[in-house]
């Protein structure tokens, strides 16, 4: 339910949570690459405790629908 160490968490429409780790999603798809470097600019990311950054992704293609950053702590 929270593994450690993951780094992505995928919200499925049915409300199933699938847990990743983005190095081996952007090394193994160009995809996920272009997705995980949107946010790559420090000012793009939230503050800690700020509620995060959403974008919307509808048109990279009907399996993204929004992106949005969140601070966690670490484990």
Do not use: I, M, N
Request: glycine residues 10%.
């Amino acid at each position: 339910r929270t593994p450690l160490c993951a780094d992505v968490v995928f919200q499925l429409h049915g409300g199933q949570r699938v847990f990743a780790h983005r190095v081996y999603l952007a090394t193994s798809c160009s995809k996920f690459y272009d997705l995980f470097t949107l946010g790559s600019d420090d000012a793009l990311r939230p503050a800690a405790g700020d509620s995060g950054d959403t974008r919307d992704l509808s048109s990279w293609g009907r399996g993204f629908v929004s992106l949005r950053w969140e601070a966690v702590a670490e484990p």
